[in-house]
T-cell receptor, first 115, second 115 residues
Framework: ETGVTQSPTHLIKTRGQQVTLRCSSQSGHNTVSWYQQALGQGPQFIFQYYREEENGRGNFPPRFSGLQFPNYSSELNVNALELDDSALYLC??????????????FGPGTRLTVL | AQTVTQSQPEMSVQEAETVTLSCTYD???????LFWYKQPPSRQMILVIR??????QNATENRFSVNFQKAAKSFSLKISDSQLGDTAMYFC????????????FGTGTRLTIIP
């Protein structure tokens, strides 16, 4: 069974640029959630995708957007990068029903640095 | 909105000793799930233990156990016979049993096991 994978591991961008982060969900999982973890903080929920549809969003501006593909992998896109976007971005997958009881399993994260 | 509070930013304990990490939460929901996740320096968030609020029995997983006090909204993690590999950030997280599977995290406790 393959776990959750994320790419790239590290990324450096400059303010104003755009970035795309990728996540492959664990085999058998149909739900992907994205979290932002600033240094020294707990993860903050960005949004969740269930069967290719957005299924909830946290308090993040519209320049944070996402996609989920038919194979349940997912992308997180951030436009017009700001210095405060520097963080660890975590992806988690689960086999819920968009409101189910399953546990989320996390990938290793992508460390984004905005200069 | 739910909140999760971890009041111990850092803790340290000698190898083989027992340590308890504290977590309190606030919610108006009656059905929910509570989790403890471990995040070692490798950054990957690893599930330690999970508790369903409707279960009175405290969850256990090998050396890890919880003390769930629903009325007090308290959810502490006890690690017995601590090992060097237990050194990590520990996050308490809450998820309601409805809607999407958004996790709300505390700010974490940095646990160091001293040889």
């Amino acid at each position: 069974e393959t776990g959750v994978t994320q790419s790239p591991t590290h990324l450096i961008k400059t303010r104003g640029q755009q970035v795309t982060l990728r996540c492959s969900s664990q085999s058998g999982h149909n739900t992907v959630s994205w979290y932002q973890q600033a240094l020294g903080q707990g993860p903050q929920f960005i949004f969740q995708y269930y069967r290719e549809e957005e299924n909830g969003r946290g308090n993040f501006p519209p320049r944070f957007s996402g996609l989920q593909f038919p194979n349940y992998s997912s992308e997180l896109n951030v436009n017009a990068l700001e210095l405060d976007d520097s963080a660890l971005y975590l992806c988690a997958s689960s086999s819920g029903s968009g409101g189910g009881t399953d546990t989320q399993y996390f990938g290793p994260g992508t460390r984004l640095t905005v200069l | 909105a739910q909140t999760v509070t971890q009041s111990q930013p850092e803790m340290s304990v000698q190898e083989a000793e027992t340590v308890t990490l504290s977590c309190t939460y606030d919610t108006s929901e009656s059905n929910y799930y509570l989790f403890w996740y471990k995040q070692p320096p490798s950054r990957q968030m690893i599930l330690v233990i999970r508790q369903e609020a409707y279960k009175q029995q405290n969850a256990t997983e090998n050396r890890f156990s919880v003390n769930f006090q629903k009325a007090a909204k308290s959810f502490s993690l006890k690690i017995s016979d601590s090992q060097l590999g237990d050194t990590a950030m520990y996050f308490c997280a809450f998820r309601p049993n409805f809607g999407n599977e958004k996790l709300t995290f505390g700010t974490g406790t940095r646990l160091t096991i001293i040889p």
